[in-house]
T-cell receptor, first 115, second 115 residues
Framework: GAVVSQHPSRVICKSGTSVKIECRSL??????MFWYRQFPKQSLMLMAT?????????EQGVEKDKFLINHASLTLSTLTVTSAHPEDSSFYIC???????????FGPGTRLTVL | GENVEQHPSTLSVQEGDSAVIKCTYS??????FPWYKQELGKGPQLIID?????GEKKDQRIAVTLNKTAKHFSLHITETQPEDSAVYFC??????????????FGKGTTLSVSS
C-alpha cells in the first residue's frame, strides 16, 4: 500500500513554455499533498502544501503565480510550472499523506530540464 | 528558525559493519521523525519513523533512537549490505498549519557500503 505515482518521470521543454506534473495517490485518499524541489546533491525543499478543495499554501520565496497547484480530487494534485526558465530545471517530487496519519509517502519524482 | 542538522554528510563502511547517522532539530514542538532512503534518480522511500512518545524503534536491521531532551535522533543500520548504499535523509515535523504537518529535511548522508 501507500503508493504515490508521478507523471511524467522526465520532461524537457523550451524556455517560456509551461509544464504540468501530476501526482496521484494510488491506494489511499490524500487530503494533503506536498510538493518539493530537489537540486543535484541537495536536500528536499518544501515548495507548497496542496489541499484538496482549497488553495495551496506556499512556502516563503516560492512564487504562487509561477508554480500553480491544483488539488481537484482526493487522489490527484498537479503542479504547473509556468513560463519555465533554465533555473527551474530540477527534480520535482510530490508526497501524499493520508488523513489522520503522519507518514508521508513520496512519488518517484519528475526530472524537469528547461532548455 | 526551524532547522534540522544531519551528520555526517558522507559515510563509508565495510559490508557487515554498522552505520550511524545523527540528526538534531531545533523546534521542541516536533513530534514526528521519519527517515528516508533515496536512491539515485528516485523519490525518497520511508524506511522507519518514530514519534516523540517513544525512545527507540527497531525494524530488522534498522533502528531509530530519539532523545527529546537533547533534541536529537539517530538512525542505526546493522550488518550493512551493498544495497544499503544510498542517500539517507532525516526529517522532523516542525509545524502544524491548517494544511497539516509539514516536514523539514536534513541535508542528507551519502552512505557507501563496500563489499
Amino acid at each position: 500500500g501507500a503508493v504515490v505515482s508521478q507523471h511524467p518521470s522526465r520532461v524537457i521543454c523550451k524556455s517560456g513554455t509551461s509544464v504540468k506534473i501530476e501526482c496521484r495517490s494510488l491506494d489511499f485518499q490524500a487530503t494533503t499533498m506536498f510538493w518539493y524541489r530537489q537540486f543535484p546533491k541537495q536536500s528536499l525543499m518544501l515548495m507548497a502544501t496542496s489541499n484538496e478543495g482549497s488553495k495551496a499554501t506556499y512556502e516563503q520565496g516560492v512564487e504562487k503565480d509561477k508554480f500553480l497547484i491544483n488539488h481537484a480530487s482526493l487522489t490527484l494534485s498537479t503542479l504547473t510550472v509556468t513560463s519555465a526558465h533554465p533555473e527551474d530545471s530540477s527534480f520535482y517530487i510530490c508526497s501524499a499523506r493520508e488523513p489522520g496519519y503522519n507518514e508521508q509517502f513520496f512519488g518517484p519524482g519528475t526530472r524537469l530540464t528547461v532548455l | 528558525g526551524e532547522n534540522v542538522e544531519q551528520h555526517p554528510s558522507t559515510l563509508s563502511v565495510q559490508e557487515g559493519d554498522s552505520a550511524v547517522i545523527k540528526c538534531t532539530y531545533s523546534d521542541s514542538a516536533s513530534n514526528y521523525f521519519p527517515w528516508y532512503k533515496q536512491e539515485l534518480g528516485k523519490g525518497p522511500q520511508l524506511i522507519i519513523d518514530i514519534r516523540s512518545n517513544v525512545g527507540e524503534k527497531k525494524d530488522q536491521r534498522i533502528a531509530v533512537t530519539l532523545n527529546k531532551t537533547a533534541k536529537h535522533f539517530s538512525l542505526h543500520i546493522t550488518e550493512t549490505q551493498p544495497e544499503d548504499s544510498a542517500v539517507y535523509f532525516c526529517a522532523a515535523s516542525l509545524r502544524t498549519n491548517q494544511a497539516g504537518t509539514a516536514l523539514i529535511f536534513g541535508k542528507g548522508t551519502t552512505l557507501s557500503v563496500s563489499s
